[in-house]
């Protein structure tokens, strides 16, 4: 019965085309975090031009992307960092204990990986990422979480393929 009542409650915290997390565990590792006063990076993450890769390829093709995706998401991560699709082709990683520069960095390691991998039928892709801290970007977590997300938007607007990273510090 425990193993049971253990599936069924990783299923409904797991996206279950990725097998990444889903918000509903996104916001029950931000409670834990914010508890703990435990700081912490995120990165936003959108793939450029993904409408076009599905109206070409059709949506089964564009499932494969974003299954691809989270496979190179999950292998640029550490054990402790979390992984999760936010929705469509948006993700979001949350790294516990990273600086805003070490997040930078991961993102553009991220960034690179992705351009350079090969997926089948499709090619290539790229994504647009926005990086925040908690705290620092932002006093409450939620600023810290849209702030990542307006930085994605900024550097798809920038020309896509790029990292976008918000620098500014709040007061205590």
């Excluded at 889903?22 to 700081?39: C, K, M």
């Excluded at 699709?85 to 993700?91: D, S």
């Excluded at 930078?104 to 390691?109: K, L, M």
């Excluded at 932002?138 to 607007?157: V, W």
Aim: one cysteine or more.
């Amino acid at each position: 019965m425990q193993d049971r009542i253990g599936r069924l409650n990783r299923e409904v915290q797991t996206d279950p085309m990725t097998g990444l997390l889903n918000r509903r565990a996104l916001s029950g590792i931000l409670d834990l975090l914010r508890s703990e006063v435990r700081p912490f990076s995120v990165v936003t993450l959108d793939i450029d031009h993904f409408k076009r890769v599905n109206d070409t390829y059709g949506h089964d093709i564009g499932d494969l992307v974003l299954v691809k995706l989270s496979e190179i998401i999950r292998s640029c991560s550490r054990d402790g960092d979390y992984s999760c699709r936010l929705g469509g082709e948006e993700f979001l990683v949350l790294l516990p204990n990273v600086s805003l520069s070490a997040a930078a960095e991961f993102a553009e390691r991220l960034r690179g990986t992705v351009a350079s991998s090969t997926i089948d039928v499709v090619g290539s892709i790229t994504v647009s990422l926005g990086v925040a801290h908690w705290p620092g970007s932002a006093d409450e977590i939620s600023d810290a979480l849209k702030i990542a997300d307006e930085e994605m938007y900024r550097a798809k607007q920038q020309g896509r393929n790029r990292v976008s990273v918000r620098r500014l510090v709040c007061s205590a």
